[in-house]
């Protein structure tokens, strides 16, 4: 099995080949490449390997890009911190969607079905998705479809206020009590806790830094480095409670999310 590794993070690269040394020490890496340009490059000059892990956001763009340039002809293992891309991976020869953080577990369950597949290229050689995939995919979807755009706001007297998502900068929790700010500085109280709003907003366009906030990139003005290679985020309109930090853990997740297209 010959496996080529697309992925523009060193921690993520590491990961991955230790879980296939782990899981597969047969396997033969053939290499890694970070960008959209070397992929499709190394693509053109080099026979088609057996297996290709492919993390969706590259430094260089997406790397659904990369399909525009070469017929992949082999089964295609996704790697990604997001899942909204699940039923666009499944229409170019995709085995399986990985969400970051990954675990041996996910890595052997991926190679098990590159494996089945294999051992039936000869009656077919298109991957199929089975039962439990296809369900998966319908239910991100169906959570696709039903992402709030607007909230009803409780205002003075009986009167609800409908304010556009895309007017929303942040959510944030004070003294147990979430509250929203607008793109004009003004802030609302709101009858959701933060894990039903990380639940009903897109993921793409909101990131949940930790505990007490949830914000949008248009809500930020600009980002520090922070002690312990941590970021400390400033607002654009200051909250009541103190700026929100991105834990070192997280740090690589939030970048790569807030510099998606």
């Not at 053109?44 to 017929?71: C, T």
């Not at 039923?87 to 996910?106: G, H, M, Q, T």
């Not at 004009?184 to 639940?199: K, M, P």
Request: aromatic letters at 10%; proline letters at 5%.
């Amino acid at each position: 099995m010959k496996i080529l590794i697309i992925e523009d993070e060193k921690a993520a690269v590491r990961n991955l080949l230790s879980l296939i040394n782990e899981v597969a020490p047969e396997a033969d890496v053939l290499g890694n490449l970070d960008s959209i340009a070397d992929s499709i490059d190394w693509l053109k000059h080099h026979d088609m390997p057996s297996l290709i892990f492919m993390d969706i956001h590259l430094a260089d763009g997406s790397a659904f890009e990369i399909f525009e340039h070469i017929d992949i002809t082999c089964p295609i293992i996704f790697t990604t911190a997001y899942d909204e891309y699940a039923l666009r991976a499944f229409k170019v020869n995709s085995i399986d969607y990985l969400l970051k953080p990954i675990a041996a577990e996910d890595i052997e369950r991926a190679i098990h079905k590159w494996k089945a597949l294999h051992s039936e290229e000869v009656t077919q050689r298109q991957p199929t998705s089975t039962p439990d995939e296809l369900v998966w995919l319908m239910r991100q979807l169906k959570k696709q479809e039903t992402y709030k755009t607007h909230f009803l706001i409780p205002t003075q007297g009986d009167k609800l206020l409908p304010i556009p998502v895309c007017d929303i900068h942040y959510f944030y929790i004070d003294e147990g009590q979430t509250k929203a700010m607008t793109r004009n500085g003004v802030e609302y109280s709101i009858n959701f806790n933060l894990d039903e709003l990380a639940d009903s907003v897109d993921p793409s366009l909101f990131f949940r830094v930790n505990r007490q906030f949830l914000i949008s990139r248009e809500g930020i003005k600009d980002i520090s480095l922070w002690f312990n290679s941590r970021l400390s985020i400033n607002l654009k309109h200051t909250p009541s409670i103190a700026k929100p930090i991105v834990s070192k853990t997280r740090v690589t997740e939030f970048k790569e999310w807030f510099s998606r297209k």
